[in-house]
């Protein structure tokens, strides 16, 4: 059975940088930049503008993790998609990714199959889980897996929903999963969920349980209730969650591998607050030089965080070849991960 390693990197954010004080001076938020630098280490993020879709951030990704990877679109066997910010209900964003890319245009084309993956904060790492486990079992070549996010469109940017909307940003992050005979690559990865709190984070804009699933005003037209179009987020209860299964499946990854934190030389761990991230590094003992942040310019990218922060550690020099690494996520679901990877 060959190893599946990340054979390319590449990540895309939109142009247009909205800082906190922007979110005061344009969008009227009653918030400062004191304030969200204090409780979450955010300085700013990046907003796609109206008309880009999430697989069209993915593309740009895509593309650069193809080339990084020394292949072209043609050797790419499948797709992962993470995202939270689907284009639409459905079909999910990797379809769009397919057609983007242009697979249908080769010749002769190749309809490689697109998976969609709805896990959040923790997508990256269920799609990793996925994308390794497939190259090793020979099923596939060559799997592109990206982690993508347009965030701005559903968060509710007044001061109504400043406790969420002050977090969150657009951007995306990808890469290719190879094989090789080679001693290296994905290690193993560690994959858990509890939905006792399947509430405690989510965005409800549609609901199956109701007929029909949008609400219908007496004309017949179907409506949202504002309660209903944004993110919803128990802050507290997602912190506290997400230190402890941070911490948790961390210890596990390296029980399960017989290390110990100290043999990690790099540790890339989902950015939705600086403070979640400080704790968890104090508690496993983790020097500052050895944990990547970029929450604070891209806030809390979700699905993408993890995928951004390896391309841009990788063109940065901070990641190099040999490198003992650990990945490690919490988010809505809740859902969590962590994977060891000898890059
Ligand atoms: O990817 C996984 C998903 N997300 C997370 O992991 C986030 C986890 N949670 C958090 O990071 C923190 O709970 C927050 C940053 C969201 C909030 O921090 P907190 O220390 O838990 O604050 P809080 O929700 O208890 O709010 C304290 C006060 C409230 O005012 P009152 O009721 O005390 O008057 C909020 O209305 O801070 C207020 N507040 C703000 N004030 C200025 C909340 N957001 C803001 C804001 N600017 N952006």
Redesign the pocket.
Known sequence: MPNAYISGTGFYVPPRVVTNDQLVEEYG????HE??VK??GIEERRFAEEGVGTADLATEASRMAIEDAGLETGDIDMIVFATLSPEHAFPGSGVYLQRNLGFADLKPPKFVPALDVRN??SGFLYGLATAASMVQAGGVKHVLLVGAEIQSAGIDLTTRG???S??FGDGAGAVVVSPTDEDRGVRGWWLGADGRFADA?SQKVWDVRRRPFLKVDAEGNGFVPVEDVWAH?N??V??KH?VEKMILVMMQACWEQKITVKDIDLFYL?Q??M??NQYVAKQLGLPDEKVVYNIQKYG?T?AATIPLMLAESQRDGRLQRGMKIALVA???GFTWGSAILDW
């Open positions: 938020m009653d918030t400062s304030w969200i409780r979450t959040q904060c400043r406790t969420v002050s977090l984070l987020m802050g507290k997602v912190f997400a989902h939705a607050n403070r979640i809390n979700t919490f988010g809505s």
